[in-house]
């Protein structure tokens, strides 16, 4: 279980407790948090679960996925601390972890 | 004006499906989709990927889905009108008049939305100054490539469009390509004849840049890139040229009326009929308890909406229930033979 804290671009924070071997991008849809849409249900193919890491987060997250960086290419406005949600599996080293949600994903 | 007994949105694998049932009852259909091809999410997002859950069919690629279900309507000639979004639905009596953004028109007592997750539009350039360009000079996809002749043309992206793009004007215009990062996702081919290119000073290329801002009164001057520094840059342009991929976007359905929850269209799992009348949903578009959005569950789903189409285009007919191995009835709308 990791606490990852989602913040929507307005800076509403929402602190959620999200299980382990579920994604970033799950834990957000599963507690309704808006800003992420997640449109392909999280196949890579629709970059609609963008979220910028926070700076200190991101050398720290597992590498991206083959083709994640290709389908952040297609994101809105895209940043050097760029993930797909649904690409980051969560476990007990993400506790802590904080994303901030961009101003839309479309 | 073109009249049929229902009419469908989206050529996705759930659309064709219900083509197919709507077919097998002996009803007609035409199907409209936003993209220049058929398919749906199985052509456009995976066409090479193999899918391992279709019923009885142990593994295909989205391609060969499609290909399959295309094959197999086939003996009921339907209408496919490709690269047109359906935007306007009114009731007329026991009918739906719809309107496409092309000017096409439609009367139908039976609308099946099998939208997916939206039509599939071109992602666009996240500044708000570009919209005044819109359609204009700044473009999404080329219909004529003759206007940029002798032109500078600033070109954004980094997949196969842009690059293709990219080398095909260099020809004849001053081209500049710019993408947000120094890996190109295009053709390996294509990324060294950029690079070949850009060596013979036949077009200019900046990595780790992206859009900021366009200028221009009334007409397009220049581009403003800025690097993740915040460092930025002006290009002057006579057209300005975004390939970002699709995106899926509800669009005009969200102005139909209908019930909405999530992006998705509540629906009675009998039919499959929404909150209006004659307007069903089926496949990913469609929400009830325990929806899956799986091709598998959008093949049922479009079995029963075709059922439920049945009543509102032959109200005096009653449906019956028949095999296709032993109806002579379905056979014969199969287009086969009977001794
Ligand atoms: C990478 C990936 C892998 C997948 N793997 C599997 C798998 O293994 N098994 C499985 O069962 N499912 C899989 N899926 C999901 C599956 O592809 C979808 O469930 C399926 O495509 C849904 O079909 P559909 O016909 O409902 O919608 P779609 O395939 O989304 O088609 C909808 C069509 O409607 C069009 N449209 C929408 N609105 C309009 C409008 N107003 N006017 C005109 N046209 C419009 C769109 O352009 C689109 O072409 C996968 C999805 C992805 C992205
Ligand atoms: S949910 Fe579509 S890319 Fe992550």
Redesign the pocket.
């Known amino acids: 279980m990791a606490k990852i804290t989602y913040i929507e671009h307005g800076g509403q924070k929402h602190e959620i407790d999200v299980a382990n071997g579920l994604t970033v991008m799950e834990g957000a849809v599963q507690n309704d948090i808006p800003g992420i849409d997640a449109d392909?249900?999280g196949?890579?193919?629709?970059a609609t679960c963008h979220v910028y890491v926070k700076e200190d987060w991101f050398p720290k997250l597992p590498n991206k996925e083959n083709g994640e960086d290709d389908m952040l290419d297609q994101a809105y406005e895209p940043k050097a601390n760029s993930r797909l949600s649904c690409q980051i599996t969560v476990s007990d080293e993400l506790n802590g972890l904080v994303v901030h949600l961009p101003e839309k994903q479309v | 004006m073109i009249k049929t007994d229902a009419l469908i949105?989206?050529?996705?694998?759930?659309?064709l499906f219900c083509a197919h049932q709507l077919g097998i009852i002996g009803l007609k259909c035409e199907i409209?989709?936003?993209?220049d091809k058929i398919g749906?999410?199985?052509i456009?997002?995976?066409p090479d990927?193999p899918?391992?859950?279709?019923p009885a069919i142990p593994q295909c690629t989205g391609e060969e889905l499609t290909n399959n279900l295309i094959e197999q309507i086939k003996p009921f000639n339907i209408n496919f009108h490709l690269s047109?979004?359906?935007?306007e639905i009114k009731k007329e009596k026991e009918n739906w008049r719809v309107k496409t953004l092309k000017g096409k028109e439609f009367l139908t007592p039976n609308i099946v939305i099998?939208?997916?997750?939206?039509?599939?539009e071109p992602r666009k350039f996240p500044t708000k100054s570009t919209d005044k360009f819109d359609g204009k000079t700044v473009l999404y996809s080329i219909k004529d490539k003759t206007i940029f002749k002798d032109k500078s043309v600033v070109i954004f992206g980094g997949g196969d469009s842009a690059l293709d793009w990219a080398i095909e004007l260099s020809k004849s215009s001053k081209v500049t390509l710019i993408h947000r990062r120094d890996e190109f996702r295009g053709a390996q081919s294509s990324v060294d004849k950029v690079k070949e290119l850009q060596k013979n000073n036949k077009l200019e290329i900046f990595t780790k840049y992206s859009m900021k801002d366009v200028k221009g009164n009334g007409k397009l001057e220049s581009v403003e890139i800025k690097d993740d520094d915040g460092n930025s840059k002006l290009i002057s342009a006579d057209y300005v040229l975004g390939f970002f991929g699709l995106i899926?976007q509800l669009?005009?359905?969200l102005d139909w009326g209908l019930n909405i929850d999530k992006k998705t269209i509540p629906v009675n799992t009998e039919t499959f009929e929404t909150n209006k009348q004659g307007i069903f949903a089926?496949?990913?578009?469609c929400t009830y308890p325990g929806k899956l959005?799986?091709?598998?569950s959008?093949f049922h789903e479009g079995a029963l909406a075709a059922r439920g189409c049945f009543k509102y285009a032959r109200p005096d007919e009653k449906l019956r229930f028949e095999f296709t191995t032993t109806s002579k009835a379905v056979q014969n709308r199969l287009g086969l033979k009977n001794d």
């Open positions: 392909c249900g196949s890579m193919a629709c | 949105i989206g050529a996705g694998p759930t659309g409209v989709d936003n993209l749906g999410q199985c456009e997002l995976y990927k899918i391992y859950d279709i047109d979004r359906v935007q099998a939208g997916g997750v939206g039509s599939f899926m669009g005009p359905i089926i496949g990913d578009i959005k799986l091709i598998l959008g």
